[in-house]
């Protein structure tokens, strides 16, 4: 089975699962890099994958250009994602298998009144709906977009991002963990839409209530000087640490020594490579209801807990029974590591997508319980409500 994944460039979010598939298809999987990683991603500690035996940088040359288009042709099964639509153009004309590969289309609802998008997501998607083409959610919000435009019935699977899980002795990581002084960490980009002030600002009112605790906060962005001003303003500096753009090994390497990782994004974070990383390295999670990963990755209670998006009072009641429930914040962190080792990761994920992707070139069906691959369902309004 000769298999093409095509998107912008190749990062660290996607080369676990693509070795994995390497591993099984050898020289019959390729990606296909339709531009250059740019050099804001590079300095935010994105990696250059360009070199990777399978990758194939469509962009560099009319040669390989011209390799792109042939495997989108005459591959057995194509995924697509952020990449040109000329890719799969002969493709799509002759109904082979094609999976799109796509986080939720709709993050501003008003969208949906705009008429030039709604031929767009026609043109794109609706227009398939009887096609031998299928789409892998990397959102558990993508259903509830698809529905709306009456797109891909019964040909719509769980999908995300799946970033290295590495085997870790993890009661002895938890076990090293602070018990006095909670390391609560925060990672990412600093943009409106993933709300650090939410973090600043809980963490002044845990301080007030005499919680002993400490924040690190790492990335950059265009709202660091805000944030900057903002912990002074609130008189936090004692217990937040700003630390700047870290490498993926030191992120790792404070998430495993961190009680708790809070996840402060509204429904504009598609899906959150971030939440796989601390799950993986043995982090209690506090995350928003409305953030692309959460409904798949988060069962609330069981390994992780769900606080109401962009709302201040729910983040600190839910940060709050960890630090009063310290049995509880450890076996949050342990349930979150196995929910990666065991069903979301790049191994998993390969594994059932070529099962899932035989079976169909077979035309027969296939059905996952849960994980990559299992159907996916309309997520429920209140699903984290319990």
């Known amino acids: 089975m000769k298999i093409t994944f095509y998107s912008n460039y190749l990062n660290h979010l996607q080369t676990s699962f693509c070795e994995e598939m390497y591993r099984h298809l050898g020289n019959d999987f390729r990606f296909v890099s ?137 009661n002895q990581v938890i076990s090293q963990k602070s018990k006095d002084r909670i390391e609560i960490i925060w990672v990412g980009r600093f943009l409106d839409w993933k709300h650090p002030e939410l973090a600043v600002k809980m963490a002044q009112e845990l301080k007030n209530k005499g919680y002993d605790i400490n924040l690190s906060m790492i990335g950059a962005g265009e709202q660091v000087a805000y944030i900057r001003t903002l912990i002074e303003k609130l008189n936090v500096s004692d217990c937040v640490s700003f630390l700047g753009n870290l490498s993926n090994a030191e992120v790792r390497n404070l998430m495993q020594k961190s009680n708790i990782f809070i996840f402060t994004s509204d429904r504009n974070e598609g899906w959150g490579a971030v939440l796989n990383e601390a799950m993986s390295n043995g982090c209690a999670i506090v995350a928003s209801n409305e953030i692309g990963s959460v409904p798949y990755l988060i069962e609330n209670k069981k390994n992780g807990l769900i606080f109401k998006s962009n709302n201040i009072d729910s983040l600190i009641n839910k940060v709050e029974i960890l630090l009063l429930d310290k049995v509880l914040c450890e076996q949050l962190a342990r349930n979150s590591y196995q929910s990666m080792i065991e069903i979301w990761n790049p191994k998993l994920a390969a594994s059932n997508f070529l099962i899932l992707t035989q079976s169909i070139l077979d035309n027969k069906t296939i059905s996952f319980e849960k994980g990559p691959c299992s159907i996916a369902e309309r997520t429920k309004k209140n699903f984290w409500n319990n």
Do not use: M
């Not at 004309?93 to 094609?98: A, E, I, V």
């Not at 398939?128 to 509830?144: D, E």
């Not at 040909?155 to 995300?160: A, E, I, L, P, V």
């Open 34 to 170: 339709t531009q250059k990683l740019p050099l804001d991603r590079l300095s935010s500690g994105y990696q250059d994958c360009s070199h990777y035996p399978y990758n194939i940088n469509s962009f560099e040359s009319e040669e390989y250009f011209n390799e792109a288009i042939e495997l989108g042709i005459n591959s057995d099964i194509v995924v697509i994602g952020s990449a040109p639509e000329i890719f799969i153009k002969e493709r799509l004309l002759k109904n082979k298998h094609t999976f799109r590969y796509s986080e939720r289309i709709l993050k501003q609802k008003w969208r949906l009144f705009d008429p030039r998008l709604l031929w767009k997501l026609f043109f794109r998607h609706t227009q398939y709906r009887n096609k031998n083409v299928y789409i892998l959610c990397a959102s558990a919000f993508t259903t509830n977009d698809l529905d709306l435009i009456f797109a891909y019935p019964n040909k719509r699977y769980k999908w995300g991002y799946f970033t290295e899980v590495n085997e870790l002795e993890i």
